[in-house]
């Protein structure tokens, strides 16, 4: 030992020499749980406002990306059959592509021979008015209250409202050339977009099974809604023809629209042929078309697809027509249309890509809470690869 060095004999350093431990830091404090909730709800609030402003553009772009998701199936059976993928990515694109375009071009068309039909209703319309003044002045309704009430039965105004929402629906496919370049370089970004997740998948597994959660439900909601949709138009489309109702083409196309709007649908799409009918036949007609809608709509829409459908969108009933409403209110009609994919968007993001979260499913779904999966006990290391600190 030198002679400047102190300690115990034996060479160990004794208590009073050691240097002074570090200091060790408080825990950070957490922030109270409702102000998480707050901040949580002012930063909805602002994203909200955000998405709102850019209606326009968020839209078109989710559109794009349902329908890209829609065409999937179609993009990897043709590659499983052996077509190369940039072949099949391509299919895809045109046959999405022409289903756009299709349905666009039978929606103006049909708008525009509405708009041309309504007009010829007028005296029909005039006099259904005046029938209902006096069933009503017969059962003792007052003339003030009932030229308050006329007044603003307009066949015009009528007609402007229903060209609106019609336009409206139609707004959809204004930005066409838009939501056409979107689909094309989401088209191409598809074909190596899975190989892409599996690579991501190794950094955040979480987030990856979240994503993939939703673009599966998303294209099981879409296919079944598309085939009973199409049932359903069919046998409406059928009904019309024999009430000899004007159209029935176009009410078929939107009975087909309007079952991809959850809760509402069925009477958006049931007013205007049964308005046509009591202008073209009478009121016998317009309860006709009604009978019958309901009847389709009950059996297809209310008995058999939800047995189908299952628990492929996880949301419950409240949660689904609050989703319709906030969606609608958020991105006009297309929001409307799309309300339940952007609502499995939303799920994924903020619930199934955090373990943390999971047991929320039950709860938003009405179902039964997931499983809680105890966490996996920490592999041992091998002899050469225990920390040196725990050696000893």
Do not use: C
Not at 142 to 170: H, I, R
Not at 206 to 220: C, E, P, S
Not at 346 to 374: F, M, N, R, Y
């Amino acid at each position: 030992m030198s002679a400047g060095s102190t300690g115990s004999p034996d060479g160990r350093v004794s208590a009073a020499d050691q240097p002074p431990a570090p200091e060790t830091l408080p825990a950070p404090e957490t922030l109270p749980r409702g102000v998480v909730v707050l901040l949580g709800t002012a930063a909805a609030v602002v994203t909200a406002a955000g998405v709102r402003s850019f209606a326009e553009i968020v839209g078109p772009v989710f559109l794009a990306l349902v329908l890209t998701i829609a065409v999937g199936p179609l993009r990897r059976s043709l590659v499983r059959r052996g077509v190369q993928g940039w072949l099949a990515g391509l299919i895809a694109l045109v046959v999405v592509n022409a289903f756009l375009l299709g349905v666009a071009a039978m929606l103006a068309y049909s708008v525009a021979e509405l708009a041309g039909l309504l007009p010829t209703y007028q005296d029909k319309f005039a006099e259904l008015v005046a029938d209902t003044r006096a069933w009503l002045a017969d059962r003792g309704v007052g003339e003030e209250q009932l030229q308050a009430a006329l007044q603003k039965l307009d066949l015009g105004k009528f007609v402007d409202t229903l060209q609106g929402w019609l336009s409206g629906l139609l707004g959809v496919f204004s930005l066409l050339a838009f939501t056409v370049a979107v689909l094309f370089f989401m088209g191409i970004d598809a074909a190596n977009f899975s190989a892409r997740l599996k690579q991501a998948a190794q950094v955040r597994p979480d987030v990856i099974a979240a994503l993939t959660g939703f673009t599966r439900g998303t294209t099981r909601y879409l296919i079944v809604s598309t085939v009973f949709g199409l049932i359903v138009a069919v046998f409406d489309v059928a009904v019309l023809y024999l009430l000899d109702i004007p159209l029935p083409w176009l009410w078929g196309l939107l009975a087909l629209i309007t079952n991809y709007i959850p809760n509402v649908g069925f009477f958006i799409g049931v007013i205007p042929p049964a308005l046509l009918a009591l202008l073209d036949q009478g009121w016998a007609t317009l309860l006709w078309v009604i009978v019958a809608y309901s009847v389709i709509n009950f059996i297809i829409q209310s008995v058999i697809q939800p047995k189908v459908v299952g628990d492929t969108v996880g949301l419950s009933t409240t949660l689904t027509f609050l989703s319709l409403v906030f969606w609608a209110w958020l991105l006009g009609p297309l929001g409307a249309v799309l309300a339940i994919p952007l609502s499995l968007l939303v799920k994924a993001l903020l619930l199934d890509a955090a373990p943390s979260t999971h047991w929320l499913a039950g709860l938003i779904s009405g179902g039964p809470l997931p499983e809680q999966v105890p966490p996996a006990a920490p592999a041992e290391l091998p002899p050469d690869e225990v920390p040196a600190e725990q050696v000893g």
